[in-house]
């Protein structure tokens, strides 16, 4: 699986804590989210962040790194703009902001997984791949 990543996962030391197998697939932007700094960084609605695009079969182990039993974030799938031969989607983890004591704001009614995936198919937000210069 492709995952857009844009905090701690983006140093290999980290991710090699939490995933036995990975590679970084290069660096990528997500359109749409911006980076809010908490207890944990976290993404609000609109924007752009600058991370990058990791390929793992640990899904399982990110959920656990990232507490997705517990409610501190969600992974969402959103739309990956890359050459042909990758996915058509990436995942990203989108933390709770009222838990990580960040600054933002996701609008509309009920628990905080919905209200993402409310913003989310309201809005164009994309994990788009940088292209590396050629060399």
Request: no cysteine; hydrophobic share 40%.
């Amino acid at each position: 699986m492709d995952v857009f990543v844009y905090g701690t996962l983006t140093e290999p030391d980290a991710v090699s804590d939490v995933a036995d197998s990975f590679v970084f697939v290069g660096p990528a932007t997500l359109s749409g989210l911006r980076l809010v700094e908490g207890r944990y960084p976290t993404l609000a609605p609109g924007g752009e962040t600058a991370g990058r695009l990791l390929r793992t079969e640990a899904v399982d182990a990110l959920d656990a790194y990232e507490d997705i039993d517990g409610g501190l974030y969600v992974r969402e799938s959103v739309p990956l703009d890359a050459p042909a031969d990758y996915p058509d989607a990436a995942a990203v983890y989108v933390g709770d902001p009222d838990r990580l004591n960040a600054d933002a704001t996701w609008l509309g009614t009920g628990p905080f997984p919905d209200r993402v995936r409310s913003v989310l198919a309201e809005r164009d937000v994309r994990v788009r791949l940088t292209p590396r210069d050629p060399v």
